[in-house]
Each structure stands twice: as C-alpha cells, then as structure tokens.
C-alpha cells in the first residue's frame, strides 16, 4: 500500500511539473497571453518611437557671436546718445505718438542734419537687419554655422540701407516733380523717427527672442513692425490730404510707391 502511495504521489508530482513547464513555455513564448516584464517596459511611457526619438527640448538658435556683437554696438551707441543728448532721445520717441512733438523736435533742431539722428537711425538699420536675418536663417532655412550667417547678416544690413538711403532719394524725386518740398520733408522727417522707436523696441526684444528662442515671439515682432507702419501710414495720409497740390489718388499712388510697395517687397524677399 505504501508503495502504491509513493508511485500516486510521483506521478502527481511529475504532472504538476509538466503542466508548470508548459504554462511557462505559453507565457513566454510568442504567442504569450501574459505580457512578461520585459513587454511592459518596451510597451510602456519609455518606448522609443519608430522614426526616432521625440524631444520637446526647444532647439538652439543658430545665431550666436555675430548676434551678440550687433545687440552690444546697439546699446553701446544707445547709451552714448542717453548719456550726451538724453532731452533728444525722449522728444525722438514722443514724437513718434505726436505730429505736434515732431513740429518741436524740427524746430530745436532740423532732423535731417541732427548727430543723434544719425547714431539713431544705425541702430534702427543693425536691429532690422538682425531680425530679418534671424527669421530666415532660424524659421525659414533653419541653416546653422556662424560664417553663414554672419554673410547672410552683411547682405541683410547691405540691402536694407540702400533701400532706406533709396527711399529718401526717390522721396526728393518726387518732391521735385509734384512740387511738394514741405511734405517730402515731413514724409522723411516721420520715416526717421518712425525708424527710430522701432530700431529702440527691436533692440530690446531680440536679446529675449535669442535667450528663449521661442518662434512664436518672431512673429510677434513681425506684426508690432506692420502695426508701426501702418500707424505711420495713417498719419502720412492726414497730414497729405491738407496738402492742396495732392489730390486723392496722387496721395495714395505716393504713397503707395514709396511705402506700400517697399514693404510687399520686403514681406516677399523674407518668406522666400
């Protein structure tokens, strides 16, 4: 009996095992039922996409040295012209709200012929040339190395003073031919100082676009300069209907030869 006992309790056991191999075998096979532990690490939060790994790490800006040296020349020739003309520099920026402000800065001084004019409006030419450097190298091209864009900066600031320095050639043109000196010199007096505020506002917004590189604040750079131009639009046009040589449509073809179109221009020239 004892025997019989012993030969039940061997085959008991040696069906357990068999059946305990294949559960196992099942589970681990690959067709298992079960995920095993080394499934629910591959299927869980740290599984490697397909195509790569996915980073919400924002990307460098690609700009870098040549950046830096054109912010610090611009505050470098801001400071100089707050140390030696600071009266000047707050009647520049509120006459960019007021006709009757600009009538003042003009009398203490003519525009045209004032030093801090002049330091002003570089700033204005390095700021605007930066950013529009900035939008196509880091939006548009995403192109990296220091070289190319310290090129493509150069050809930015090139351009962009001959068109300004263009304007107020092609400005005196007209002004000859329509007989209009007064307000070509108005047209280019508000130029100078709508230049200005906008040089003083981009050299304080690049420095946060660089330290954050956040795409979405270059755009809102974009639309604070078209929301500028169009301020200055609205006031070269009242101030141009007071005009008696200019009728209606003279004013808006003048207008739109020497501001409108410049800007389609240089709208398409940076989304290339």
Same mark, same amino acid.
């Given at each position: 009996?004892?025997?019989?006992?012993?030969?039940?309790?061997?085959?008991?056991?040696?069906?357990?095992?068999?059946?305990?191999?294949?559960?196992?075998?099942?589970?681990?096979?690959?067709?298992?039922?079960?995920?095993?532990?080394?499934?629910?690490?591959?299927?869980?939060?740290?599984?490697?996409?397909?195509?790569?790994?996915?980073?919400?790490?924002?990307?460098?800006?690609?700009?870098?040295?040549?950046?830096?040296?054109?912010?610090?020349?611009?505050?470098?020739?801001?400071?100089?012209?707050?140390?030696?003309?600071?009266?000047?520099?707050?009647?520049?920026?509120?006459?960019?709200?007021?006709?009757?402000?600009?009538?003042?800065?003009?009398?203490?001084?003519?525009?045209?012929?004032?030093?801090? +004019?002049? &330091?002003?409006? @570089?700033?204005?030419?390095?700021? *605007?040339?930066? =950013?529009?450097? /900035?939008?196509?190298?880091?939006? #548009?091209?995403?192109?990296?190395?220091?070289?190319?864009?310290?090129?493509?900066?150069?050809?930015?600031?090139?351009?962009?003073?001959?068109?300004?320095?263009?304007?107020?050639?092609?400005?005196?043109?007209?002004?000859?031919?329509?007989?209009?000196?007064?307000?070509?010199?108005?047209?280019?007096?508000?130029?100078?100082?709508?230049?200005?505020?906008?040089?003083?506002?981009?050299?304080?917004?690049?420095?946060?676009?660089?330290?954050?590189?956040?795409? +979405?604040? &270059?755009?809102? @750079?974009?639309?604070?300069?078209? *929301?500028?131009? =169009?301020?200055? /639009?609205?006031?070269?046009?009242? #101030?141009?209907?007071?005009?008696?040589?200019?009728?209606?449509?003279?004013?808006?073809?003048?207008?739109?030869?020497?501001?409108?179109?410049?800007?389609?221009?240089?709208?398409?020239?940076?989304?290339?």
């Amino acid at each position: 009996m004892m025997k019989d006992f012993t030969d039940t309790l061997i085959r008991y056991d040696s069906t357990l095992s068999d059946s305990h191999e294949r559960e196992v075998a099942i589970d681990s096979g690959i067709f298992s039922l079960k995920p095993t532990i080394h499934q629910h690490a591959s299927e869980g939060f740290f599984q490697e996409h397909p195509i790569g790994k996915v980073s919400n790490t924002p990307k460098a800006p690609t700009s870098s040295a040549w950046l830096i040296v054109v912010i610090t020349a611009g505050f470098i020739l801001l400071a100089w012209s707050k140390h030696f003309h600071n009266s000047r520099l707050m009647q520049y920026l509120t006459a960019t709200f007021s006709s009757k402000q600009l009538d003042i800065l003009d009398r203490d001084r003519k525009i045209m012929s004032d030093p801090v +004019n002049i &330091i002003l409006t @570089i700033i204005y030419n390095l700021s *605007i040339s930066a =950013v529009i450097c /900035l939008y196509v190298n880091d939006v #548009v091209m995403q192109q990296s190395g220091e070289k190319l864009l310290l090129v493509g900066y150069l050809k930015s600031l090139g351009l962009f003073a001959t068109v300004f320095l263009g304007k107020f050639l092609l400005i005196n043109i007209l002004s000859n031919i329509f007989k209009i000196d007064n307000y070509a010199y108005y047209h280019k007096a508000n130029n100078v100082v709508f230049g200005i505020f906008t040089g003083l506002m981009l050299l304080v917004l690049i420095p946060i676009y660089y330290f954050t590189f956040n795409q +979405n604040f &270059i755009w809102m @750079i974009f639309v604070l300069i078209l *929301i500028i131009q =169009v301020l200055k /639009l609205i006031r070269l046009f009242r #101030v141009g209907i007071s005009v008696r040589r200019f009728s209606i449509i003279y004013l808006f073809l003048y207008l739109c030869s020497l501001e409108i179109i410049p800007l389609l221009i240089a709208v398409k020239f940076i989304s290339f």
